[in-house]
């Protein structure tokens, strides 16, 4: 059976399938990676570290080609897919330097006499199941804090990105990781869930849908495994006041378009205090109405289709839906085959499907708020909490709405600044853990109490 494919979202040319796995072939893969569990994690902090170091290097060696394979699958514009790789070696390297603040023992203050200290071991063989928007940044994120505390990993990659999930399996296995400790898998859902319930695999993380991450929930749950979700995001960008109007229009620009509008935390509804709202609106929309979706091949091209036609097709009844509900469509809202034109809504209401939907793609919400008290609630007011955006130039007023707002993060007076060291994750129905950071390397883990007297 084959379900895995290689379809270009620019031609919409299928290059390359690749077969489901045969169940034999699943127990195989559970089998090695629990069997390498034992030798992983016995292995020296220090030798593990040179590993992830080797990874991260073979990273950049291959940058190119693994660039190129995102482009032919998902349709990133090739600088930024070769930012996407760059940046996941960095996450790596990450792990491999601070792996003994990783791993040391933690000393515990104690009220008795001895010592306790919490020691951190392995738990085993993990499931990640990793989705498309970015091939080789989502697995970085989750492979190397698990590598790096002496776990081993099964990679289920999303259908649409087999090559990637061979190429970046062909890295680990380059890289001299032992037999077994990182293994992709083509695998169907119902085998995933086979995964999920093999005592001999111990937890799950999962980053993609609502849906997807209720169904695997559901069985890890079952189960007892743990299970770490990263999951939607409808990210609110407030502005409250500027002294330089113009370059927060562009920081929202650059929010609303990075990775063809398909980041989970990509700034989506822009919430404008009554006095910028006009200005910044008008030159908003004239900024995004003067980028068209190219090829993403071309090294210039900022925008480009989205990861595949039925992407670009839910967007559009999306657009469509929201218009014949009320919403007032101020540009875009037009697409040829996958690429999809810079979009803008205005007049959304509470009582609209679209207000509490996450828009995957370059399409952007307006809203018009009195004061910050208006802003924080249309913030708030979405079942997402991944991360959110505030500019002002009040610096008692960013600390007090960064306080206010209900999200896993909080960026003020900048946006994409993620970085290896910052924890990344959200509340509500955007997920229940944290990825990169050291929190990372905290969520596969047994945090064991050892007390002496």
Known sequence: MTAYSVTNPATGETLATYDTFTDAQIEDAVARAHRAASTWSATAPADRAAVIRRIAQLHRERTDELAAIIVREMGKPIAAAVGEVEFAADIIEFYADNIGQITDDQPLNILGEGTAVIRRAALGALLGIMPWNFPAYQVARFAAPNLAV????????????????????????????????????????????????????????????????SAVAEVAGRHLKKVALELGGSDPFLLLSTDDLDAVVQAAVDARLDNNGQSCNGAKRFIIVDGLYEEFVSKFVAALAAVSAEDPTAEETVLGPLSSLAAAERL?????????????????????????????????????????????????????????????AIANDTPFGLGSYVFTTDAAQAERVADRIE????????????????????????????ELGMLAADEFVNKKLIRIG
């Open 407 to 434: 999200a896993g993060m909080v960026y003020v007076n900048l946006v994409l600044a993620d970085s290896p060291e910052l924890p990344f994750g959200g509340v509500k129905r955007s997920g229940t853990s944290r």
């Open 316 to 376: 559009q009844a999306q657009i469509d839906g929201a218009v014949a509900q009320g919403a007032t469509l101020l540009t875009g809202g037009t697409r040829d085959g996958a690429f999809f034109a810079p979009t803008v809504l205005a007049d959304v209401t509470a009582d609209m499907d679209v207000y509490r939907e996450e828009l995957f793609g370059p399409a952007a919400v307006v809203y018009r708020a009195a004061r910050e008290e208006e802003a924080v």
């Open 150 to 213: 002496g776990n081993t990993i099964i990679l289920k990659h999303a259908s649409q990105c087999p090559e990637s999930s061979a190429a970046l399996e062909a890295i680990y296995r380059d890289a001299g990781l032992p037999d077994g400790a990182y293994i992709n898998v083509y695998a169907s859902n119902e085998q995933a869930a086979t995964i999920i319930a093999d005592p001999r695999v111990r937890g799950v993380s999962l980053t993609g849908s609502e849906r997807a991450g």
